[in-house]
């Protein structure tokens, strides 16, 4: 059943205490410093939030330090842990116990190596919550790839991943790269969506998988150079070669199958 705010009381009461009012695209920007050298978020005007179709060049900020560059769009259920990855992918930390809960749309830049080619990736992090959809779906239509996440403790969040894929359908290009992310993959114990379950649904859709931990970093680099990769194959379609994707190895793979690490 769709429940876009699937999320346990627990998460609820942070999220009253802790809650935001300014919407993050907002709130980031004072922050953002000159010499953080893979960022460029403090280029957005202050009193705006940013348009979908922004390109940055027109701040003239963006210049020759990359190949290729592409936007990418986190979606899934409020609570699965995009604001997680973001932050761990590009700051190598983890937000622990300090759930606060998206709003509207923010995002982050970083270049990755892709083969010696740079990819810049404007990476996106949107609110899963529903009474932010229309927002986040002018977003969709500019997006080149998309990350999608589910939470491997919450079968809700699993269970709404078709109808997170239906809006993608609607909203999105047709050529859209889509990644889907099982996250929280560290919970052990707490597990409520088995590995299979996703790779299944990953393989009807016909989109590539992964299992992720933004607590540990598992896969969350892997998850990235995947979709860089994707978008190096775009931007030159006749070396498809480069789409295979690369997971690491989970802590059973480690120990059960020495041949896939
Ligand atoms: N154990 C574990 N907890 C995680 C992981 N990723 C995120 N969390 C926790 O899950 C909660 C929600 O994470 P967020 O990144 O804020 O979730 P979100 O998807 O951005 O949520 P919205 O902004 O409401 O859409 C936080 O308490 C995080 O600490 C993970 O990989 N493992």
């Given at each position: 059943?769709?429940?876009?705010?699937?999320?346990?009381?627990?998460?609820?009461?942070?999220?009253?205490?802790?809650?935001?009012?300014?919407?993050?695209?907002?709130?980031?920007?004072?922050?953002?410093?000159?010499?953080?050298?893979?960022?460029?978020?403090?280029?957005?005007?202050?009193?705006?939030?940013?348009?979908?179709?922004?390109?940055?060049?027109?701040?003239?900020?963006?210049?020759?330090?990359?190949?290729?560059?592409?936007?990418?769009?986190?979606?899934?259920?409020?609570?699965?842990?995009?604001?997680?990855?973001?932050?761990?992918?590009?700051?190598?930390?983890?937000?622990?116990?300090?759930?606060i809960s998206t709003?509207?749309?923010?995002?982050?830049?970083?270049?990755?190596?892709?083969?010696?080619?740079?990819?810049?990736?404007?990476?996106?992090?949107?609110?899963?919550?529903?009474?932010?959809?229309?927002?986040?779906?002018?977003?969709?239509?500019?997006?080149?790839?998309?990350?999608?996440?589910?939470?491997?403790?919450?079968?809700?969040?699993?269970?709404?991943?078709?109808?997170?894929?239906?809006?993608?359908?609607?909203?999105?290009?047709?050529?859209?790269?889509?990644?889907?992310?099982?996250?929280?993959?560290?919970?052990?114990?707490?597990?409520?969506?088995?590995?299979?379950?996703?790779?299944?649904?990953?393989?009807?859709?016909?989109?590539?998988?992964?299992?992720?931990?933004?607590?540990?970093?598992?896969?969350?680099?892997?998850?990235?150079?995947?979709?860089?990769?994707?978008?190096?194959?775009?931007?030159?379609?006749?070396?498809?070669?480069?789409?295979?994707?690369?997971?690491?190895?989970?802590?059973e793979q480690r120990?059960?199958?020495?041949?896939?690490?």
């Amino acid at each position: 059943m769709w429940n876009p705010n699937s999320m346990d009381h627990r998460q609820m009461e942070k999220r009253v205490i802790v809650g935001r009012v300014r919407p993050t695209w907002a709130r980031n920007l004072p922050e953002a410093r000159d010499d953080d050298e893979s960022s460029d978020v403090n280029m957005m005007p202050q009193s705006d939030p940013p348009s979908p179709s922004d390109q940055w060049d027109k701040h003239g900020k963006l210049d020759d330090k990359y190949d290729v560059f592409g936007k990418v769009m986190l979606l899934g259920d409020s609570g699965v842990g995009k604001t997680c990855m973001l932050v761990r992918f590009r700051d190598g930390t983890f937000l622990a116990g300090n759930y606060i809960s998206t709003v509207g749309i923010d995002f982050r830049n970083k270049v990755v190596a892709v083969d010696g080619i740079k990819v810049k990736l404007q990476i996106w992090d949107t609110a899963g919550q529903e009474r932010f959809r229309s927002v986040t779906h002018a977003y969709y239509r500019d997006a080149h790839a998309l990350l999608l996440l589910y939470d491997v403790t919450n079968k809700t969040s699993f269970d709404n991943i078709r109808a997170w894929l239906g809006e993608i359908r609607e909203y999105a290009q047709d050529d859209v790269v889509i990644m889907l992310l099982g996250n929280k993959s560290d919970s052990g114990l707490e597990r409520a969506v088995r590995r299979e379950e996703g790779q299944r649904l990953a393989r009807e859709y016909q989109v590539s998988f992964m299992e992720t931990s933004a607590k540990t970093g598992l896969n969350v680099e892997a998850a990235f150079a995947h979709v860089a990769r994707a978008l190096v194959v775009k931007a030159d379609p006749a070396d498809p070669a480069r789409l295979a994707v690369r997971a690491q190895p989970s802590q059973e793979q480690r120990s059960s199958c020495p041949p896939c690490s």
